[in-house]
């Protein structure tokens, strides 16, 4: 009987392990569901924009969280605000595109809401004073057909009706300028690090109280050693409000990952001043707009981008695919 007991132990101890987990065994969270059904929305059948608008009626306002778009497949980030600036949350919300003469309608795209929300101790001072941080935001996969300007709306579903979106113009772009993707290789340049500035976090972040703990690596030393998260982001500078919540995001993801991934917040701004421009590992990176996100496996390739917002389940699950 001594066999069958001891295995019995061995596994319920091994069941309370998993369960419980650890910094370095914490679940992954799953991808949030949709926030409705291609039936909940009108088809696009090849039609205009005037037909949705007109079947429609009234207005909210649509507000991407991204511009780096490219033809096929985009994670699609944005928020809805009510025409008295009041964010929509928690919606049924779908997607459409079309050229800019309207015709072309592709869609319905079915949206996800992603939370924002940090536990407690995450949370900045600067995210919890700022009355315009965004709370949530709506992610959908869009496929874009053709280069060049087009056309977004949103439509979501509010007690019972559908309500449109103002039309957003989006430019699909071929080459140029634009940060590395996914599958690239990561670009190796010297960050800036607590170390350096004799531990006056003040400089070199602008969070309140900073994220210390982000600041510890240099990319140039831990690339193609170690996982690395690395966020660009300028949390009380922030032209679009997601930079406060996007680094606590990052500092809670770290307190749950694998202590070998290497997490780096690099600001924006030259000395955290905007007149004097980018500094240079944004630069370096060729990023036009802020925040960005890149999680980067071993072999120092990207491999996962976010531009704009994101949520925690969202960072952890790339997180988890390098790991």
């Known amino acids: ?136 935001i709506y992610v959908a996969e869009v496929p874009f057909h053709h280069l060049g300007d087009q056309i977004v709306v949103a439509i979501a579903r509010l007690d019972g009706r559908l309500v449109v979106t103002s039309p957003y113009s989006a430019e699909v772009v071929r080459g140029g300028v634009r940060p590395p993707d996914v599958g690239d290789r990561a670009i190796r340049v010297h960050t800036r690090t607590l170390a350096q500035v004799g531990g006056d976090a003040s400089q070199i972040d602008t969070r309140v109280p900073p994220a210390t703990d982000l600041l510890q690596n240099d990319l140039y030393d831990v690339l193609r050693k170690r996982p690395v998260v690395i966020t660009f982001a300028t949390p009380a500078l922030c032209q679009t409000r997601v930079c406060g919540p996007v680094v606590d995001i990052v500092e809670q993801a770290k307190a749950h990952a694998p202590s070998d991934v290497a997490f780096i917040h690099q600001e924006i701004y030259q000395d955290n001043e905007v007149k004097r421009g980018l500094q240079g590992p944004v630069a370096a990176w060729r990023l036009q707009t802020e925040p960005w996100t890149f999680v980067i496996a071993r072999s120092g390739r990207i491999a996962a981008r976010f531009e704009g917002a994101f949520s925690l389940g969202e960072l952890e699950r790339a997180i988890a695919k390098v790991t």
Request: glycine share 12%; aromatic share 6%.
């Open 1 to 136: 009987m001594r066999r069958p007991q001891l295995t019995l132990v061995a596994l319920l101890v091994a069941a309370l392990v998993a369960g419980c987990g650890g910094a370095d065994q914490a679940s992954t969270p799953a991808p949030q569901p949709l926030s409705g059904k291609p039936a909940d929305f009108p088809k696009a059948r090849g039609g205009t924009l005037e037909d949705i608008q007109a079947e429609n009626g009234r207005s909210l306002v649509l507000r991407p969280t991204v511009k780096d778009l490219k033809k096929g497949m985009n994670r699609y980030g944005f928020a809805l605000y009510d025409v008295a600036g009041k964010q929509i949350l928690g919606a049924p919300v779908a997607l459409y595109t079309a050229h800019k003469d309207g015709k072309g309608l592709h869609g319905p795209y079915i949206a996800r809401s992603e939370s924002l929300k940090v536990s407690g101790p995450f949370q900045s001072r600067t995210t919890a004073s700022d009355p315009a941080a965004a709370k949530a």
